[in-house]
């Protein structure tokens, strides 16, 4: 069975200072993988994916994340955090096979003035 | 494009009351998912349809839960009789096919409606 585990529920950073949100999957074969920001009273938007190909990807609003098989992490990054990067941001996977996207319990990003 | 809409934004209802949540996805897209989300469980996929067929409705939580997709451009969510454990966001969301499934594999993901916040007092 493929599940998602997203470590640290809040997170808090300093505006400026660099965002590491964790998150760590299992799946038997190679999944697809891909991060969300949800927006207090709205619903999730696509902030990037990885399918195959670079395992480096860039994604929107200068987050970029990448996939290492070996650890079987997909660790999403920003080099400086933005007051408006406040938000939920939820790790997910799904497989080729199955369809299903499987969420991550989510991290909810603080970012100090 | 609008993007996935969702009717309504917000619902108040009491207990024991019918309530239908609607959708309509993205054009072109051929995949539709019901989500629901509460702080205790997260967030669950309730059934997914594939060309307006149910493909898995594993995750949908009792009987008095049920699901349609009548035609490409809409679908419906119905809780009857509604309870209040059933108070949650219920989101769409649609997506073409994932790579390795069709030509527009690489623009695959999913796209989700702003939900419906269902209240049931």
Redesign the interface.
């Given at each position: 069975a493929q599940s998602v585990t997203q470590l640290g529920s809040h997170v808090s950073v300093s505006e400026g200072a660099l965002v590491l949100l964790r998150c760590n999957y299992s799946s038997s074969v190679p999944p697809?993988l891909?991060w969300?920001v949800q927006y207090p009273n709205?619903?999730?938007?696509?902030l990037l994916?990885y399918?195959?190909g670079a395992t480096l990807v860039k994604g929107i609003n200068g987050f970029e994340a990448e996939f290492k098989k070996s650890e079987t992490s997909f660790h999403l990054t920003k080099p400086s955090a933005h007051m408006s990067d406040a938000a939920e941001y939820?790790c997910a996977v799904?497989l080729?096979s199955s369809?299903?996207?499987?969420?991550?319990?989510?991290t909810r990003l603080l970012v100090r003035p | 494009d609008a993007g996935?809409i969702q009717s309504p934004r917000h619902e108040v209802t009491e207990m024991g009351q019918e309530v239908t949540l609607r959708c309509k996805p993205i054009s072109g897209h051929d995949?539709l998912?019901w989500y629901r989300q509460t702080m205790m469980r997260?967030?669950e996929?309730l059934i997914?349809f594939n060309n307006n067929v149910p493909?898995?409705d594993s995750g949908m939580p009792e009987d008095r839960f049920s699901a349609k997709m009548p035609n490409a451009s809409f679908s419906t969510l119905k809780i009857q009789p509604s309870e209040p454990r059933d108070s949650a966001v219920y989101?769409c969301?649609s997506s073409l096919p994932?790579?390795?499934?069709g030509a527009m594999?690489?623009s695959?993901?999913?796209?989700?409606?702003?939900?419906t916040r269902l209240t049931v007092v």
């Amino acid at each position: 069975a493929q599940s998602v585990t997203q470590l640290g529920s809040h997170v808090s950073v300093s505006e400026g200072a660099l965002v590491l949100l964790r998150c760590n999957y299992s799946s038997s074969v190679p999944p697809y993988l891909f991060w969300y920001v949800q927006y207090p009273n709205q619903g999730l938007q696509l902030l990037l994916k990885y399918t195959t190909g670079a395992t480096l990807v860039k994604g929107i609003n200068g987050f970029e994340a990448e996939f290492k098989k070996s650890e079987t992490s997909f660790h999403l990054t920003k080099p400086s955090a933005h007051m408006s990067d406040a938000a939920e941001y939820f790790c997910a996977v799904t497989l080729d096979s199955s369809y299903k996207l499987i969420f991550g319990s989510g991290t909810r990003l603080l970012v100090r003035p | 494009d609008a993007g996935v809409i969702q009717s309504p934004r917000h619902e108040v209802t009491e207990m024991g009351q019918e309530v239908t949540l609607r959708c309509k996805p993205i054009s072109g897209h051929d995949y539709l998912f019901w989500y629901r989300q509460t702080m205790m469980r997260g967030l669950e996929l309730l059934i997914y349809f594939n060309n307006n067929v149910p493909i898995d409705d594993s995750g949908m939580p009792e009987d008095r839960f049920s699901a349609k997709m009548p035609n490409a451009s809409f679908s419906t969510l119905k809780i009857q009789p509604s309870e209040p454990r059933d108070s949650a966001v219920y989101f769409c969301a649609s997506s073409l096919p994932p790579p390795g499934q069709g030509a527009m594999g690489p623009s695959y993901g999913y796209t989700f409606g702003s939900g419906t916040r269902l209240t049931v007092v």
